[in-house]
């Protein structure tokens, strides 16, 4: 496992190669993730049985294309700030920062919005449209981009999709087809614990993870990230799922807050298409 670490726990981020072009940068506090959290794992796994009550650390996630453009997907958190900078320009080692692409304005995702464009003022922001408040996140100069939208890249095509699931009401999937890599933004997150942190899904087996292990983990998460589920029909939700999958050809499964999915991807897809259907299917508290 090759990873390049820059920082410590809160600024703590790893850069590790998923395809020669395509680099996910990641934050994970690793072993100073339970205190940063403050006991949110054992708190979380006494209500939630079965939980990784060692899972302190939630993953942050942004990824790079280095074609005959460039293009960046989301920024890390205000706390990963020099980090990211540090580690952004080492991969794009003296080469301009084309594109920045905001998935939805909230701080793990937008945060350093700003400092990038003050680093790479070249770059072209690009982000969902639909609202007209993005000047306060370092966004107004941003280009705002509708479903079906397309940013040729040279060997790579981004292209903006509609999401299944939305953390906010402005949210935007994307999807480049010639690996079929997906970013899915905030669905499917999964909790680490420290021996976790910048594995693929596939490197999370050799310490004690598994296929089921991520059903039960997205199970217990998505109630919390979409609790609108509780409304959901579970066989729509099923269908809706069944859909998605049939028109895009994923082998790159690439969300905001899980670990990436490289190797037997549709068994992953498999696990979180029950994991969805169980959420939409389960009693929900009242209060959490």
Same mark, same amino acid.
């Given at each position: 496992?090759?990873?390049?670490?820059?920082?410590?726990?809160?600024?703590?981020?790893?850069?590790?190669?998923?395809?020669?072009?395509?680099?996910?940068?990641?934050?994970?506090?690793?072993?100073?993730?339970?205190?940063?959290?403050?006991?949110?794992?054992?708190?979380?796994?006494?209500?939630?049985?079965?939980?990784?009550?060692?899972?302190?650390?939630?993953?942050?996630?942004?990824?790079?294309?280095?074609?005959?453009?460039?293009?960046?997907?989301?920024?890390?958190?205000?706390?990963?700030?020099?980090?990211?900078?540090?580690?952004?320009?080492?991969?794009?080692?003296?080469?301009?920062?084309?594109?920045?692409?905001?998935?939805?304005?909230?701080?793990?995702?937008?945060?350093?919005?700003?400092?990038?464009?003050?680093?790479?003022?070249?770059?072209?922001?690009?982000?969902?449209?639909?609202?007209?408040?993005?000047?306060?996140?370092?966004?107004?100069?941003?280009?705002?981009?509708?479903?079906?939208?397309?940013?040729?890249?040279?060997?790579?095509?981004?292209?903006?999709?509609?999401?299944?699931?939305?953390?906010?009401?402005?949210?935007?999937?994307?999807?480049?087809?010639?690996?079929?890599?997906?970013?899915?933004?905030?669905?499917?997150?999964?909790?680490?614990?420290?021996?976790?942190?910048?594995?693929?899904? *596939?490197?999370? %087996?050799?310490?004690?993870?598994? $296929? +089921?292990?991520?059903?039960?983990?997205? @199970?217990?998460?998505?109630?919390? =990230?979409?609790?609108?589920?509780?409304?959901?029909?579970?066989?729509?939700?099923?269908?809706?799922?069944?859909?998605?999958?049939?028109?895009?050809?994923?082998?790159?499964?690439?969300?905001?807050?899980?670990?990436?999915?490289?190797? *037997?991807?549709? %068994?992953?897809?498999?696990?979180? $298409? +029950?994991?969805?259907?169980?959420?939409? @299917?389960?009693?929900?508290?009242? =209060?959490?």
């Amino acid at each position: 496992m090759t990873t390049t670490i820059y920082g410590a726990g809160a600024t703590r981020v790893g850069v590790r190669e998923i395809t020669p072009q395509i680099f996910w940068i990641s934050h994970s506090a690793g072993d100073q993730a339970a205190k940063l959290n403050r006991g949110f794992a054992e708190d979380f796994a006494r209500v939630n049985p079965g939980f990784d009550p060692e899972a302190n650390d939630i993953i942050y996630g942004s990824y790079l294309f280095l074609d005959e453009k460039t293009f960046l997907i989301d920024t890390l958190g205000p706390a990963q700030h020099e980090t990211m900078l540090e580690a952004l320009g080492d991969l794009l080692a003296g080469r301009r920062l084309d594109y920045l692409w905001i998935s939805h304005t909230e701080l793990p995702h937008a945060g350093n919005a700003a400092a990038i464009v003050r680093a790479h003022p070249e770059v072209q922001l690009l982000t969902v449209g639909g609202h007209d408040h993005y000047a306060l996140h370092g966004l107004g100069d941003a280009r705002q981009l509708a479903y079906g939208d397309c940013v040729d890249l040279g060997q790579h095509r981004m292209e903006i999709i509609e999401p299944l699931f939305v953390d906010h009401a402005l949210t935007q999937w994307i999807y480049e087809h010639r690996t079929g890599f997906l970013c899915p933004v905030d669905w499917a997150l999964n909790a680490q614990n420290q021996h976790q942190s910048f594995r693929f899904m *596939d490197e999370m %087996e050799e310490v004690g993870y598994s $296929r +089921e292990r991520f059903q039960h983990d997205v @199970s217990i998460t998505n109630c919390v =990230v979409f609790p609108w589920l509780r409304w959901a029909d579970p066989d729509q939700i099923a269908r809706m799922i069944d859909a998605f999958y049939a028109k895009y050809d994923i082998r790159i499964f690439a969300p905001s807050h899980t670990n990436v999915i490289r190797k *037997d991807v549709p %068994e992953y897809l498999a696990a979180l $298409r +029950e994991a969805m259907r169980s959420v939409a @299917s389960r009693e929900f508290s009242i =209060v959490y």
